[in-house]
Each structure stands twice: as structure tokens, then as C-alpha cells.
T-cell receptor, first 113, second 115 residues
Framework: QQQVKQSPQSLIVQKGGISIINCAYE??????FPWYQQFPGKGPALLIA?????SEKKEGRFTISFNKSAKQFSLHIMDSQPGDSATYFC????????????FGDGTTLTVKP | DSGVTQTPKHLITATGQRVTLRCSPR?????VYWYQQSLDQGLQFLIQ???????AKGNILERFSAQQFPDLHSELNLSSLELGDSALYFC??????????????FGEGSRLTVL
């Protein structure tokens, strides 16, 4: 049973546009929601993370929006750049072992110049 | 550079064989996690060690085993290999067992190809 569903599978955005990736989770015990960015040939790297006590977190051009009642969270990339082209993974974990994460299947983002 | 080192980067072997993947965590990190990334299943948590002891198990096959040594490096042993075991195997480390940020630092992975 997949506990974190991510969409879309792939996304093409023009330079300067907004990229939006969505995730939905099932387990209400999850309380830590990170997003990871992965470039080809590299391991995933933490981009931004949120806990359910806030509805939004912003770091530079990257924003997480969190809807606890709907059990959904999303990543917004403002002013998308070609250098943002990568695979993005959402994840969810519990505070009892936040490193044991359940990952979404990933979204391949392509930002066209 | 995450500070997590994995070897080998690439490995090609035959069905039925056994391989060992090695991971050195970031300096000072006590927790090591192993994840499998395959084309059709994304990142799947396999197993976690904390300061030498197994702490959590995920979807790890019985043919797979892992351990963490006193110097905190970890090894993932894969035996009786099947074609379906072909995947990227990532090691990640974190400072704590789970609290605080929960941030994982991933290595660059070991790509296993089973022919």
C-alpha cells in the first residue's frame, strides 16, 4: 500500500514560470514532510521540509503548502530556472524515526529556457 | 558533497551471485539508512542501523542483510541475486535516530546490474 502519492510524474515548465508538485499521504501519524531534489547521477538532497503545525514554509523560490485536513502538501517553485531541472521527491515520516521516510515516486521537472 | 561515501559506484554481476555494498556515513552521524531506488518503485526504505544496532526494518528481502560496524560504516549484503534486484542502492545518514530535523544525507548510490 503506497502511503505517499505524488503527482505529476513529469512536468515541463517555461523559464520564469511556476512549478507545482503535489503529494497526498494516508498515515495521519506522519508529522515531518520533506522534499528532496535529485540530479542525475547524484543522491537526493534535502530541499525544504515542513511540520504540520504550520500551513506554509518558504525558502527563497521554494514554498511548501500544507493542508492537514486534506492530508496533502505541495511544492511550489517560483521563477523556475533551467538549473531547477531535476527529479523531486516528497516524503513523509514520523517523529519517532524521522529518518525512516516513505517517499513518493518522484516528479521529473524540466524547465525550458 | 553530502559527506556520505558509497562504494562501489557501479557493479555488474550475474544471477545467483552475492555482492556487498559499503557505506561510510557523515562524520559523527550515528544512524545509517539503506534505500533501494528502482525505476518502477521509487525510493524504498530497506533498513536502519543506529550506533551498531538494527533499529528499523522496511521492505527488505530475506536474501538481503546489513550491519553497522564499530567505526559506524555499514555494509549491505545482497545474495542469491535476481534480475529484479537491479537498482540503485542509496545509503543515507543522520545525526539522530529520528528527532529534530530528520534530515537525511544521501550518498551518490551504488548502481547494481544483475545479468
Amino acid at each position: 500500500q503506497q502511503q505517499v502519492k505524488q503527482s505529476p510524474q513529469s512536468l515541463i515548465v517555461q523559464k520564469g514560470g511556476i512549478s507545482i508538485i503535489n503529494c497526498a499521504y494516508e498515515n495521519t501519524a506522519f508529522d515531518y514532510f520533506p522534499w528532496y531534489q535529485q540530479f542525475p547521477g547524484k543522491g537526493p538532497a534535502l530541499l525544504i521540509a515542513i511540520r504540520p503545525d504550520v500551513s506554509e514554509k518558504k525558502e527563497g523560490r521554494f514554498t511548501i503548502s500544507f493542508n492537514k485536513s486534506a492530508k496533502q502538501f505541495s511544492l511550489h517553485i517560483m521563477d523556475s530556472q533551467p538549473g531547477d531541472s531535476a527529479t523531486y521527491f516528497c516524503a513523509a515520516s514520523m517523529n519517532t524515526n524521522a529518518g525512516k521516510s516513505t517517499f513518493g515516486d518522484g516528479t521529473t521537472l524540466t524547465v525550458k529556457p | 558533497d553530502s559527506g556520505v561515501t558509497q562504494t562501489p559506484k557501479h557493479l555488474i554481476t550475474a544471477t545467483g551471485q552475492r555482492v556487498t555494498l559499503r557505506c561510510s556515513p557523515r562524520s559523527g552521524d550515528l544512524s545509517v539508512y539503506w534505500y533501494q531506488q528502482s525505476l518502477d518503485q521509487g525510493l524504498q526504505f530497506l533498513i536502519q542501523y543506529y550506533n551498531g544496532e538494527e533499529r528499523a526494518k522496511g521492505n527488505i528481502l530475506e536474501r538481503f542483510s546489513a550491519q553497522q560496524f564499530p567505526d559506524l560504516h555499514s555494509e549491505l549484503n545482497l545474495s542469491s541475486l535476481e534480475l529484479g534486484d537491479s537498482a540503485l542502492y542509496f545509503c543515507a545518514s543522520s545525526a539522530w535516530q529520528g528527532l529534530v530535523t530528520g534530515e537525511l544525507f544521501f550518498g551518490e548510490g551504488s548502481r547494481l546490474t544483475v545479468l
